[in-house]
């Protein structure tokens, strides 16, 4: 009986350690792209900056309220851009950027811009439409394909087929910290006061700041979704390497807590074979 346990331990351990290893290979390979992801990450945020400063001026400067860009109608339906991870095995990323979604929809129908295989996966399984299924892969999309994005988006929201263009994505604090955030896209939103450098903000423009917006949009846009795909990937690489670091470390603890459990067993079957031997010589 003792036996049988010992194996069935034993099983378990080489189980355990088959695991850990894995683990431990994720967790290296996550290691080594979170550096390159970093600075993707740093180096699209100066132009995000640049251009949204620029955008919000063009918008306070726009007296005329009617151009699409600008001008707020009734939201009879939404396209969400949800920016997911292509894989699992990170942690709460994926399920927490879903779990914003369905907090932000409400009654409000929607469609939906995927960016990732999990966010494919996901809202073709809820039966939600979806305008395209081809980006899947977040790691390498580039500006083309982002400018590609944006003249989708555009185009859909100037033939008013939804109302309202909502951003949701996780934006990476730090190793440890990563957080979901939902913005709105279009309508542009007139801030309270100018923002950013001032020689933006006291910009001339010829003709004028409504064909401006027209003009820039889908580049503004564009430059808007690489920085959140960029800042997404680097939260998506920084929890999956969280989460293979806690299970490797969880693998270890169950390895000792399993041997000790087999070194009692053999202690048990050592001390019950040496008991039947005295018993039998006293006879």
Known sequence: ?????????????????????????????????LRRA??????????????????????????DQSVPYVAQRPVK?????????????????????FKAV??????????????????????????VPMLTQDYAHV?????????????????????????EVILVYTSFQNMMNQEVRVEQLLPVQKPEQPE????????????????TLEAVMPDFLAGRLYSAICDSFASEVSARRSAMDSATKNAGDMISDLRLKYNRARQGAITQEITEIVAGSEK
């Open 1 to 33: 009986m003792a036996g049988s346990s010992m194996k069935g331990i034993k099983l378990r351990i080489k189980s355990v350690e088959s695991t850990m290893q894995i683990t431990k290979a994720m967790q290296l390979v996550a290691t080594s792209k």
């Open 38 to 63: 970093k600075e993707r990450m740093e180096s699209s945020k100066p132009y995000a900056s640049i251009s949204r400063a620029a955008m919000m001026a063009a918008v306070s400067s726009c007296e």
């Open 77 to 97: 339906t939404r396209c969400y851009v949800v920016i997911a991870g292509e894989r699992g095995l990170a942690g709460g990323y994926n399920a927490n950027v």
């Open 102 to 127: 369905a907090a932000h929809v409400g009654e409000t129908p929607y469609t939906v811009l995927p960016l990732g295989k999990k966010a494919i996966e996901k809202f073709h399984h809820l039966g």
């Open 139 to 163: 790691e390498g999309l580039s500006v083309g394909a982002c400018y590609r994005l944006a003249k989708m988006l555009t185009e859909g929201y100037l033939a008013e087929e939804y109302d």
């Open 196 to 211: 950013g450098d001032r020689r933006i903000v006291d910009t001339v423009y010829e003709p004028d700041a409504a064909e």
